[in-house]
């Protein structure tokens, strides 16, 4: 029998209340006072995983070490906990669906009628539990994505309903996380909404055991009355999330409220004395009290949805507080730049980061936008297609191959510095395909990579299909573009960098996956700091 406890959340009123964060922020209360605890998110669309998503739709796909590709909440998880998650910390119905059809089809339900309830319930109750019972930890927090209501949360509703039923008693929570608008023309809170949602999930059988109440405006004691007595929870269950400035102040907001105490006494576990949250206190002094400011830009495809793009904007966040700098992010749309205008919206910057990104929309304009960079000697960053895309402007730029290009966006082009890997050319199928997850790097000593990183032997996580065409290697290489960092194993190019510049480099992998408050990720520190030296050196 699985001993963990579980606490499920469940959502209500509207989506993106920030569930993904709320839970982040419990469990690192949790793990502040000594538990091992994991987050896992189960999406209700019927996409196997969100990797087939344009960002426009979800957000940023983020990648795990197994190579899973996953909800950007993971990257809250791990950005809060510090520890890695993996494909089993998110399944969508999809995911689920398709278990239940290929053990169908083998016959494993030979003579029965396959159905949502049980079957499905069951699939999602089995994955439910998996991490519970890899013994590794002893908390687990499942988000529930979509909003108590939706057609589509039902069978995952049923499911919580089956398990606290069938879970030992003091081994599940319920929260509940609702909205509390604020009727500016009255001045007041308003609890209808969640009163009615949280009677919409009583309907399939789940009592919430906390609320967790987004709010603009404090929630006094009469309406926390109000609140307890109508949606039958403890009054003490009644924790207001109140706006913040940012995301990392939730868990010391939800210290404040007493979330983990209540949790905690449902579970009937201890507290152990209080929570050590000396680091995270530290990294918020950081993050409020800097001492210099930058301005770097973004140049993508998707500036104008931030959560495409939101595990860099974390680094930078993390990467800033590491150097007691204020990092300010201008989104630069790589679709309207190009040699006119260049001057005028890269000039201002610190240093530009090139983003990663697919097909061929914008291209010319990162590309503009590097020579420019390379140029004047601003510092860049290049992440995956950011790194492609310096490539082909110094292919053509300096070696002066003229119709350089990557065969992503060009397959007839003559220099195809950029290139499919030959194992990579047989894949027809689109989902989950790429090269996907953790690979070894080893650095070479001297570099700018080096000095990042300190030490030769690193793993970074992948996502793409393109890869440096090392038959230009030696042309590369003789010019001032030199291989930093490579595949110890297939000798792929997966660090590039300028010898003449004073912050050029570029990383076929993606560091962003793996910055967190505790560990701002190298790349991102030295790089800011790249930035902080040049705003010094020429303003
Ligand atoms: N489109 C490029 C490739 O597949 C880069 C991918 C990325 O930036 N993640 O190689």
Redesign the pocket.
């Known amino acids: 029998m699985n001993k963990s406890k579980y606490v499920f959340v469940t959502g209500g009123v509207t989506s993106s209340l920030g569930k993904g964060i709320i839970s982040a922020s419990l469990a690192k209360l949790l793990q502040a006072r000594g538990y091992t605890v994991t987050i896992q998110k189960f999406d209700p669309y019927i996409n196997v995983d969100p990797g087939t998503l344009n960002p426009y739709e979800h957000g940023e796909c983020y990648v795990t070490d197994d190579g899973a590709e996953t909800d950007l909440d993971l990257g809250h998880y791990e950005r809060f906990l510090n520890v890695p998650t993996s494909q089993a910390n998110n399944v969508t119905t999809g995911r689920i669906y398709q278990t239940v059809i290929d053990k169908e089809r083998r016959g494993d339900y030979l003579g029965k009628t396959v159905q949502v309830v049980p079957h499905i319930t069951d699939e999602i109750k089995r994955r439910m539990q998996l991490l519970g019972e890899s013994g590794k930890f002893e908390i687990i927090i499942t988000e529930i994505g979509g909003t108590v209501g939706d057609i589509e949360s039902l069978p995952y509703i049923e499911a919580v309903r089956q398990l606290r039923w069938e879970l030992p008693a003091h081994n599940s929570v319920v929260i509940h996380l609702t909205l509390i608008p604020y009727l500016k023309a009255t001045k007041e809170l308003k609890t209808k909404p969640t009163q009615h949602s949280v009677k919409e999930l009583l309907e399939t059988g789940v009592q919430a055991d906390v609320l967790v109440c987004r709010t603009e405006h404090p929630i006094n004691a009469e309406m926390r009355k109000k609140l307890a007595l109508f949606c039958n929870v403890k009054q003490n269950a009644v924790i207001e999330s109140i706006d913040v400035e940012t995301i990392y102040d939730v868990p010391l907001k939800m210290l404040k409220e007493k979330l983990d105490k209540v949790v905690l006494e449902k579970f009937k576990l201890p507290l152990h004395g209080e929570p050590n949250l000396k680091e995270w206190e530290s990294f918020l002094a950081r993050l409020k009290n800097p001492k210099q400011e930058v301005t770097i830009g973004l140049v993508g495809k998707y500036v104008e949805l931030p959560d495409a793009y939101k595990s860099i904007i974390e680094s930078f966040i993390h990467a800033g507080a590491a150097n007691e700098c204020k990092v300010k992010v201008e989104y630069i749309h790589s679709e309207f730049l190009d040699k006119e205008n260049a001057v005028e919206k890269i000039n201002h910057l610190d240093g530009v980061l090139v983003a990663?990104?697919?097909?061929s929309r914008g291209i010319e304009g990162k590309i503009e936008a590097i020579r420019y960079i390379r140029e004047n000697k601003i510092p860049f960053f290049g992440?995956?297609?950011?790194m492609?895309c310096a490539v082909i402007e110094f292919a053509r730029n300096v070696l002066k191959l003229k119709d350089a290009h990557?065969t992503?966006m060009n397959d007839k082009t003559k220099n195809p510095v950029?290139d499919m890997m030959p194992d990579q050319k047989k894949i027809t199928e689109k989902g989950g395909t790429?090269r996907l997850g953790a690979y070894a790097c080893e650095i070479q000593k001297g570099t700018k990579a080096y000095s990042a990183y300190g030490r030769q032997k690193i793993s970074e996580r992948h996502?793409?299909?393109?890869?440096f065409n090392n038959k230009y290697l030696n042309d590369f290489k003789s010019s001032g573009m030199i291989p930093s960092g490579i595949n110890p194993g297939t000798g792929l190019v997966e660090i590039i960098e300028l010898t003449d510049h004073p912050y050029f480099v570029g990383v076929q992998y993606?560091p962003e996956l793996k910055s967190t408050v505790e560990n701002p990720h190298p790349l991102f520190v030295r790089f800011v700091k790249a930035a902080m030296d040049y705003k010094s050196m020429v303003r």
């Open positions: 990663p990104g697919f097909g992440i995956c297609l950011g492609q990557s992503e950029i790429m996502r793409h299909r393109f890869e993606h």
